[in-house]
């Protein structure tokens, strides 16, 4: 499974923090919601944090579904 990329984030004056992806943002976090992620994203891998609090997060599970006869074609 491929790393997550392409993630940055800007932590603003009122205390929000806006994730963007590729330039688009992706979410935006206030209150204490900001404060956990700031607090998590210093203290491991930045870019798989973002992931996980955007819901950009692959579970892996991704090329079983594609595989299955359902999805082919």
Sequence with gaps: MPRPH??????RADGSVVITHQ?????TLRGGRAEKFLAEVGSGDEQLVMARWTGAYKFGNERTAKNHPRNRR
């Design 6 to 11: 392409g993630f940055t984030y800007e932590q």
């Design 23 to 27: 330039g688009r943002s992706a979410s």
